[in-house]
């Protein structure tokens, strides 16, 4: 029995179907290239599934504009800008040298552009994006196991290891070995967004998918669960 099949639609192209023993419901992921991905437990059928994505096919269609929408709208640094970080600010200003040169005061970081930066240019804006994904690696490295073992502690949660490196389209992951990933971009969005991912990837040590039980114990240890997700789909992850 074939446990994936590719189905294209007029509307929202092509859509993956993918068999998983563990799901309990049909869900669907849409990346934020558009991919759109559909999960379907190991008993239902995929005319069940294709059935379910027709129903919700308008709703698909306008995910994935909004993605398109913001793809147009890239992030550009150029003097003056500064990040916000969980702790500290980086700070990009114009430089003399021929390369990016970063210096940290404190929590701080100071970024000076080579004197030939264009901001409209982007490999400029590639090498400038690096610079800063490297910054926030390792401030992620520092920060962010502290921060999980804590929320751990306070929800009596264990995990097996955490890794923490730059990701394009994900904010965390936990494996079926309880071991937990993190997008380093996190350490760039608010504590009461971090907390979020960093309870979300834990209660999956318990839950391994989104089905009902998943839910009700997220919200039942964060009351406001829902609220921060909203507010978390609509950051970029700045790497």
Same mark, same amino acid.
């Given at each position: 029995?074939?446990?994936?099949?590719?189905?294209?639609?007029?509307?929202?192209?092509?859509?993956? =179907?993918?068999?998983?023993?563990?799901?309990?419901?049909?869900?669907?992921?849409?990346?934020?290239?558009?991919?759109?991905?559909?999960?379907?437990?190991?008993?239902?059928?995929?005319?069940?599934?294709?059935?379910?994505?027709?129903?919700?096919?308008?709703?698909?269609?306008?995910?994935?504009?909004?993605?398109?929408?913001?793809?147009?709208?890239?992030?550009?640094?150029?003097?003056?800008?500064?990040?916000?970080?969980?702790?500290?600010?980086? =700070?990009?200003?114009?430089?003399?040298?021929?390369?990016?040169?970063?210096?940290?005061?404190?929590?701080?970081?100071?970024?000076?552009?080579?004197?030939?930066?264009?901001?409209?240019?982007?490999?400029?804006?590639?090498?400038?994006?690096?610079?800063?994904?490297?910054?926030?690696?390792?401030?992620?490295?520092?920060?962010?196991?502290?921060?999980?073992?804590?929320?751990?502690?306070?929800?009596?949660?264990?995990?097996?290891?955490?890794?923490?490196?730059?990701?394009?389209?994900?904010?965390?992951?936990?494996?079926?070995?309880?071991?937990?990933?993190?997008?380093?971009?996190?350490?760039?969005?608010? =504590?009461?967004?971090?907390? =979020?991912?960093?309870?979300?990837?834990?209660?999956?040590?318990?839950?391994?998918?989104?089905?009902?039980?998943?839910?009700?114990?997220?919200?039942?240890?964060?009351?406001?669960?829902?609220?921060?997700?909203?507010?978390?789909?609509?950051?970029?992850?700045?790497?």
């Amino acid at each position: 029995m074939k446990n994936e099949k590719t189905v294209k639609y007029d509307d929202i192209g092509l859509v993956l =179907y993918r068999k998983n023993s563990r799901a309990r419901n049909i869900s669907i992921r849409i990346s934020r290239n558009g991919a759109v991905k559909v999960t379907v437990p190991r008993l239902c059928t995929f005319q069940t599934a294709e059935r379910f994505v027709l129903k919700k096919q308008l709703w698909i269609k306008k995910k994935i504009i909004s993605l398109e929408s913001k793809k147009e709208q890239k992030l550009v640094w150029e003097d003056g800008t500064f990040l916000s970080m969980h702790k500290g600010r980086i =700070y990009i200003e114009k430089g003399e040298s021929e390369i990016i040169e970063v210096m940290q005061r404190g929590s701080d970081y100071q970024l000076k552009l080579p004197a030939g930066f264009q901001k409209d240019n982007e490999e400029d804006q590639y090498s400038l994006k690096n610079e800063i994904g490297a910054i926030g690696l390792g401030e992620a490295k520092a920060q962010l196991p502290d921060i999980l073992n804590a929320i751990a502690e306070k929800n009596n949660l264990n995990y097996t290891k955490l890794g923490i490196r730059r990701m394009k389209s994900r904010w965390g992951s936990c494996s079926a070995g309880n071991n937990i990933s993190l997008n380093s971009a996190l350490i760039f969005l608010s =504590y009461g967004l971090i907390e =979020y991912v960093l309870l979300h990837e834990l209660v999956h040590t318990i839950h391994k998918n989104h089905g009902k039980d998943f839910w009700t114990l997220l919200i039942k240890l964060m009351p406001d669960a829902m609220e921060r997700r909203k507010r978390l789909n609509g950051c970029d992850m700045i790497i």
